[in-house]
């Protein structure tokens, strides 16, 4: 007889996004009429950009002609690709990362999710709550959690986000071994100021933890005083890996492409007290597990570090920003308190109600899609999570419609 992973049946409910699309679906197939404005998921709406299409397109040109064909990509990534990030992403910024400690793949998604497969069974893994809940959901796969009572999975520690600490957690009293952060944050839109990013570095260190920073929406950063990057604070180098991503920034959700930088200074231990080098370990896991990006999709991704791309790619999250005000603006207007939205494609608004049930409510009166907070954890219950990700004439009429049954919504529980 097979059996299945006996983790699986422990997973709370179906993955949030898929919920969403259920209920959407659903709600379409009833009122065919009515026109769905998606402010859920945070799918990019604008196109790539004409830099990125011209390196594509003669990318995809090279692979045509037997001279300049190409089979597998390099493992890591091509050099190109990865010298071309180091030096404007990092270096730029004066945080020290080599070409060599970047690895390119497929997605945040996929390498937040996979990275855990490198730790013991029995690490002790901190969580924000609310958060992304790929990180929760892959170490509830892999058996690092008991049981889901209550809003929480047994054996994680989780660290709330509420209105009192900014919606930005505090490192722990415990000890923990795995720590999850992710700023600009999905789905809050928060984002830490150097001070409190230093702190977590300092109890990384101390503790001989790992941070896991999550930079997918760094693009959106306009306050200068911010860290763009956890390699900006002394000391990461030794105690955290940083995702990066293509998607929000250039517009590459359908495209596919992003990176992981493990410094080379990062290590873990065996349970013999042996230290071992992340990058050789996710090196490992990706060369056997993985086939690389695909060569044009590399050169289109490459683009966004010329000049031209750089213009470019500044308008795409110019845009979201812009219709993130526009978010802002009105739900502000209507009474709900708000976070993010400033240097975010996320606003994040209080709205009281029971999360789900705003979500039914709003999409049965306006036909507005959001996500509901609590579907990012328990201390998400009462808000909502507003995506910039749409065009600006579908957000103004989003936020028109919400302003018109504004008094209705507010009696959703
Ligand atoms: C989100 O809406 O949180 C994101 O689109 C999810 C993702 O990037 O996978």
Redesign the pocket.
């Known amino acids: 007889m097979i059996r299945i992973n006996p983790n699986y049946p422990k997973l709370s409910s179906s993955y949030l996004?898929s919920e969403i699309s259920r209920r959407v679906a659903a709600f379409k197939a009833e009122r065919a009429d009515a026109t769905v404005i998606n402010m859920?998921?945070?799918?990019v709406t604008l196109p790539l950009t004409p830099t990125v299409v011209q390196a594509f397109r003669r990318a995809v040109d090279e692979m045509g002609k037997a001279e300049t064909f190409r089979g597998y990509p390099p493992e890591l990534g091509y050099e190109f690709l990865r010298s071309a990030i180091a030096e404007n992403d990092f270096q730029a910024r004066g945080a020290d990362v080599d070409p060599d400690e970047i690895v390119i793949s497929d997605g945040?998604?996929s390498d937040t999710a996979n990275i855990q497969e490198l730790f013991a069974g029995d690490i002790r893994i901190a969580i924000p709550d609310p958060v992304?809940p790929?990180y929760v959901d892959t170490n509830v796969m892999a058996g690092r959690t008991g049981p889901y009572r209550d809003g929480r999975y047994g054996g994680l520690i989780y660290l709330d986000c509420t209105e009192d600490n900014q919606f930005i957690p505090e490192p722990p009293k415990s000890r923990v071994d795995l720590i999850y952060l992710c700023f600009p944050n999905?789905?809050t839109g928060a984002t830490i100021d150097r001070g409190r990013l230093t702190g977590w570095v300092e109890y990384a260190r101390g503790a001989r933890a790992l941070i896991l920073y999550d930079a997918?929406y760094v693009s959106f950063i306009r306050d200068e005083s911010l860290p763009q990057t956890i390699y900006e604070i002394p000391g990461a180098r030794e105690c955290a890996i940083e995702f990066r991503s293509f998607?929000k920034t250039a517009g590459f959700?359908g495209t596919r492409c992003a990176f992981t930088v493990v410094p080379k200074t990062c290590v873990a231990w065996d349970a013999e007290g042996r230290e071992h080098s992340l990058h050789a370990l996710w090196s490992r896991r990706q060369s056997t597990k993985f086939n690389g990006v695909s060569y044009p999709v590399q050169r289109a991704a490459a683009a966004i570090y010329t000049p031209e791309g750089k213009k470019e790619t500044r308008g795409l999250s110019d845009y979201y920003l812009g219709n993130a005000r526009v978010v802002r603006r009105k739900m502000d207007s209507l009474g709900f308190a708000c976070v993010g939205g400033d240097n975010s494609p996320y606003v994040w608004v209080r709205t009281g109600a029971d999360s789900w049930s705003f979500f039914d409510r709003l999409l049965r009166t306006a036909a507005v899609v959001i996500?509901p907070g609590s579907g990012f954890g328990s201390c998400g219950e009462g808000y909502i999570r507003m995506?910039a990700f749409n065009s600006r004439e579908l957000v103004e009429e989003a936020m028109e419609r919400i302003g018109r049954v504004a008094g209705e919504l507010r009696g959703a529980d």
């Open positions: 996004f859920g998921v945070g799918d945040a998604k992304y790929v999905n789905p997918a998607s959700t996500t995506s």
